[in-house]
């Protein structure tokens, strides 16, 4: 078990561009979620899958947003046509049930 | 509306100092109140769940109590390396249970002087 991973860890795009995340979940976990950090803030939940369904979306999360999880396994989180105000850091984590509930690394997206 | 409410902002301890981090939350049924630590430029790591008003969990220096309105993690004779961000979060026990995200609050930025 090495734990949640998530990549890049670090991510400089252009204003305008668009950008993909990757998490990787905890094996043995049939639930995953995206959270939102931005500085001096706690995470604020975006999206949330069980096995390979998308169950819930977050109001925070617009139409320039999408996330997969295809066969249930690893995560995608795609921004499309990024804002300045899409800097943040990105965090996956993963549980079984309600149980474990493990945070990766994160992913710090910078737009310029 | 659920919330989740932390203090003080900041806090500066003295190695040695102890002292108690309060988290308090509004939430129509509470499956469980998550505390992480967060150093900087790195996601939560996993401290306690509690699950009951009346429960308590210990770690190391650590130990968090819940009761209706509010929990507590108390640090005893605190360490500089215990200097981090601490995170409460509350999971909502929803109608048919399927959601599971958490509601955090802002945190309480530790620092241990030496």
């Known amino acids: 078990d090495t734990g949640v991973s998530q990549d890049p860890r670090h991510k400089i795009t252009k204003r305008g561009q668009n950008v993909t995340f990757r998490c990787d979940p905890i094996?043995?976990?049939?639930?995953l979620y995206w959270y939102r950090q931005t500085l001096g803030q706690g995470p604020e939940f975006l999206t949330y899958f069980q096995n390979e369904a998308q169950l819930e979306k977050s109001r925070l999360l617009s139409d320039r947003f999408s996330a997969e999880r295809p066969k249930g396994s690893f995560s995608t989180l795609e921004i499309q046509r990024t804002e300045q105000g899409d800097s943040a850091m990105y965090l996956c984590?993963?549980?079984?049930?309600?149980?474990?509930?493990?945070f990766g690394s994160g992913t710090r997206l910078t737009v310029v | 509306e659920d919330q989740v409410t932390q203090s003080p902002e900041a806090l500066r301890l003295q190695e040695g100092e102890s002292s108690s981090l309060n988290c308090s939350y509004t939430v129509s049924g509470l499956r469980g109140l998550f505390w992480y630590r967060q150093d900087p430029g790195k996601g939560p790591e996993f401290l306690f769940t509690l699950y009951s008003a009346g429960e308590e969990k210990e770690k190391e220096r650590l130990k968090a109590t819940l009761t209706k309105k509010e929990s507590f993690l108390h640090i005893t004779a605190p360490k500089p390396e215990d200097s981090a961000t601490y995170l409460c979060a509350v999971q909502a026990a929803t109608e048919g249970g399927s959601q599971g995200n958490l509601i955090f609050g802002k945190g309480t930025k530790l620092s241990v002087k030496p």
């Open positions: 094996s043995e976990h049939n639930r």
């Open positions: 984590a993963s549980s079984f049930n309600f149980r474990g509930y493990t």
